[in-house]
């Protein structure tokens, strides 16, 4: 009954990855060389009903070119201008202002709510901790894949939240499957209480850390103009995020399973300049997207209230997740504290490294030597 249970779920899951990713496929099939429309174009119809997102100018040259049904073209064509915000197939942009926030904010939120719900289901019905971090971080890219448009500047912010989370998401999902249960859930999820709230908290962790992106996507763009040196700033800042983030995970995984570490505290590497570079990683990760996003919600909108009331909720991503971090370092809302005095307690060494190494941001010496150490 379980396994079926399971099976049940995964196909639900599975089912609502290609509810996001349908339409994208819809768009790489109608830019198709001609050979090939026979075979591909009773997909295209099956798919047309999905809201895909054209001009009227792109929809009319593709389909004389590829020589598609007048009834397909008018399926396909959106009476849409080039600085049109990004349509949701759920709300349509304001007329006043021009923002279509709320679109795909709901449209985020949703698929948000249905893959913790998920996550949510399972924990309740299985002892398992496989698919915690698998759901938790895969939600981010089931919204970056959701979210991409026709604006290459968000599609930027796309790729690098989908890439992060593909990266993360299956880097920890190949660590539950060699480490086993985690310590750090097993008494959490167990009750039923506990398994709403950890999946509740990962729900405002993934709708918090994509405020800039979600807030940004329904915001009108100017194709032709050039990417600004703030977006180039996120992009060097998210690059280097994640680099640090990868390397700290890559350099402590290596340090557990050497069998000659087995009792000790991983302080190599990156690991020498923070208790917690991977988070500090990941800090950096989304003070990039920020930097991305902030020049179109700082500009792309009339109202002077608007464009401070969306800068405002956008940083609260960055503003959340150092909370978030500095929680769990210092054990306020995670037992990795204790648990880590217990194991490691009686090292004076780890006592000295606790009292002197900072728990997440490096010091200034400190990172630059870790910058030092990955880059030059």
């Known amino acids: 009954m379980r396994g079926r249970l399971q099976t049940t779920l995964t196909a639900v899951f599975i089912a609502l990855c290609l509810r996001v990713c349908a339409p994208k496929a819809a768009d790489l099939l109608t830019t198709a060389p001609t050979f090939a429309l ?36 008018h399926t396909m064509q959106k009476n849409r201008s080039r600085t049109t915000p990004r349509r949701s197939f759920w709300i349509a942009p304001s007329a006043d202002t021009g923002v279509d926030s709320a679109g795909p904010m709901l449209e985020a939120t949703v698929l948000m709510a249905a893959v913790n719900l998920l996550g949510l289901c399972i924990s309740m019905l299985t002892d398992t901790h496989y698919h915690v971090d698998l759901l938790g971080t895969g939600a981010f890219a089931l919204v970056a894949a959701a979210t991409f448009g026709e604006d290459h500047r968000q599609n930027l912010s796309s790729a690098a939240i989908f890439v992060w989370a593909v990266k993360l998401a299956v880097y ?21 209480s506990g398994a709403f709230f950890f999946w509740t908290a990962s729900f405002l962790w993934c709708w918090s850390a994509s405020l800039p992106h979600t807030l940004a996507a329904g915001l009108p763009r100017d194709k032709e103009s050039p990417p600004s040196t703030m977006q180039f700033i996120g992009l060097a800042l998210f690059a280097v995020g994640f680099t640090i983030e990868t390397m700290a995970d890559w350099q402590k995984w290596n340090f557990k399973q050497n069998p000659t570490n087995q009792n000790r505290f991983c302080d190599i590497g990156l690991w020498k300049f923070s208790q917690h570079p991977n988070w500090f990683g990941n800090l950096l990760v989304w003070i990039g997207i920020l930097g991305l996003n ?13 464009r401070g009331g969306l800068i405002a909720g956008a940083c609260a991503s960055p503003a959340f997740l150092a909370s978030i971090f500095y929680a769990q370092a210092s054990g306020a809302v995670s037992p990795a504290v204790s648990l880590a005095q217990m194991k490691y307690g009686s090292d004076s060494a780890f006592q000295q490294y606790v009292e002197t190494v900072p728990l997440i941001l490096p010091t200034l010496t400190g990172f630059r030597e870790m910058f030092f150490a990955l880059f030059v």
């Open 172 to 192: 920890l999902f190949y660590r539950s499957l060699q480490t086993g249960h985690d310590e750090r859930l097993r008494g959490l999820l167990s009750s039923a």
């Open 294 to 306: 902030l020049p179109a919600l700082s500009t792309q909108t009339s109202s002077v209230f608007l």
């Open 38 to 73: 026979p075979k591909v174009r009773d997909l295209v119809q099956s798919l047309s009903p999905l809201d895909l997102h054209y001009s009227t100018e792109i929809g009319e040259a593709r389909c004389r070119e590829a020589r598609i049904a007048p009834s397909l073209a």
